[in-house]
């Protein structure tokens, strides 16, 4: 089997600390591909782009404000539309949270935007919704970790480049 191109993709899954609300979006009814459907900010990782700097640009890009990565959540593997090497992704989602209290504004890629809690979103999206799963693993890693590695996350960020041996 030939060896394709490699694509890769980011999530960020936005939580209020203040107010546990989670930040999502829905798609522009323009888009190509999941059009209406409700999501967190994703998006492409970039030629010489690292996992990082990807959810930072795409968050700025989509709302207009800055993140903080807290930690990972995990990795996804999907089809962008069609079955194909043009559209396979693979992906990494991060809880975040909002770096500084600017207003969130969306962007021509979506038309709507709420802040919701656990029981709100779990009550308004379909049982099967990909985003179930990142709100109940952001509330497992939040609630299991302890308080000076989550300070560690925040203050060195994920990248390992340029770190010392």
Known sequence: MAVGRFLCGIGALIRDPETGKYLILR????KDVGAGEWECPT??????????????REVREELGVTIAPEFILGTTHFYRGAESADN?????????RLKE???VRIGAEHDAIRWMTAS????????????????????????GTSPSLQETFLREGFEMDGMDS
């Open 43 to 56: 998006g492409r990782v970039d030629q010489g782009e690292s996992f990082q700097a990807a959810l930072v």
């Open 120 to 143: 709100e979103i779990q009550a308004f999206l379909p049982a099967s919704h990909w985003l179930h799963w990142c709100i109940r693993r952001e509330r497992l890693q939040r609630d």
């Open 27 to 30: 798609r522009s009814a323009e």
């Open 101 to 103: 209290s600017a207003e």
């Open 88 to 96: 396979e992704l693979n992906g990494l989602i991060y809880a975040c």
